[in-house]
Nanobody
Framework: EVHLVESGGGLVQPGGSLRLSCAAS????????MIWGRQAPGKGREWVSS???????YYADSVKGRFTISKDTAKNTLYLQMNSLKPEDTAVYYC??????????????WGQGTQVTVSS
């Protein structure tokens, strides 16, 4: 059975940092395209960042230069390092996986999400 479990969210002040983790099990982690998405209150889910099986990384313009996606295949874990956080980054953050890049809503596997709140 596939599981994606996010952790690391919390309350942080503007300008602060958080590191999210996504622990994966039940599938061959290294063979899957992994993403981070987020959903802010009252808004639709949006794509944040992706990492390919080969390690190529991609970012939404809104987070480029502030967020860094990475993965540890030996630990079956995906990460999102978030720096210089802004109030508009407040959202539930999700990780997702599929064998190849997909439209956001089509990703096969999703975690349950972790809340990130940026507020003073």
């Amino acid at each position: 059975e596939v599981h994606l479990v996010e952790s690391g969210g919390g309350l942080v002040q503007p300008g602060g940092s958080l590191r999210l983790s996504c622990a994966a099990s039940g599938f061959t982690f290294g063979s899957y395209h992994m993403i981070w998405g987020r959903q802010a209150p009252g808004k639709g889910r949006e794509w944040v960042s992706s990492i390919s099986t080969g390690g190529s990384t991609y970012y939404a313009d809104s987070v480029k230069g502030r967020f860094t996606i990475s993965k540890d295949t030996a630990k079956n874990t995906l990460y999102l390092q978030m720096n210089s956080l802004k109030p508009e980054d407040t959202a539930v953050y999700y990780c997702a996986a599929d064998l190849s890049p997909q439209p956001l809503s089509s990703y096969r596997y999703w975690g349950q999400g972790t809340q990130v709140t940026v507020s003073s």
